[in-house]
């Protein structure tokens, strides 16, 4: 093959791999260890904004509701403006910075409503409860990678927590 040609396909793939790492979506991995490095959750197309992370958080909002008003059938894995607006009335309540996104702060005050419960131990996963304050699920946590899943209270199956 004639050098230019290879030079123009190498070059070619080059820019080809550099889009693809601009436009990507944040990676898809898992809630894992004490949540506080979780993605963004947000409606902004720099955050993540569907699939089972959102589900965990929208479990989270889901329990410590206090109105009592919101149903398991808000546990849809979308982050719209349901769960946006929901998601500054729980940050609101939970005294933190009121924006409408998950981000650190709300993650971390998340992670301090989680307790164990040693009756959903497994010999690969330590279990877990996030107690709201209205309603509780379980969560566990893989011992081998501290990746977590959690007893989705929508459907009422064990669900990860990528996206």
Not at 118 to 138: E, I, K, M
Request: with cysteine.
């Amino acid at each position: 093959m004639n050098k230019r040609i290879l030079r123009a396909l190498i070059a070619i793939a080059a820019v080809f791999s550099l889009s693809l790492m601009v436009a990507a979506p944040a990676r898809a991995d898992s809630a894992a260890g004490s949540w506080s490095d979780n993605h963004e959750l947000c409606q902004s197309s720099s955050c993540v904004r569907g699939g089972n992370i959102v589900r965990l958080w929208q479990s989270i909002v889901w329990a410590d509701d206090l109105t009592g008003n919101i149903g398991t059938s808000f546990i849809d894995g979308e982050f719209g403006s349901n769960t946006a607006a929901k998601t500054r009335t729980w940050q609101d309540v939970m005294n933190v910075g009121v924006d409408g996104s998950v981000g650190p702060q709300s993650w971390s005050k998340a992670y301090g409503a989680v307790n164990r419960n040693t009756g959903y131990d497994t010999s690969t996963q330590t279990g877990y409860f996030y107690y709201g304050y209205n309603h509780t699920f379980p969560l566990r946590k893989q011992n081998s990678n501290g990746v977590w899943t959690f007893l989705n209270p929508r459907t009422n199956t064990w669900t990860g927590t990528s996206h």
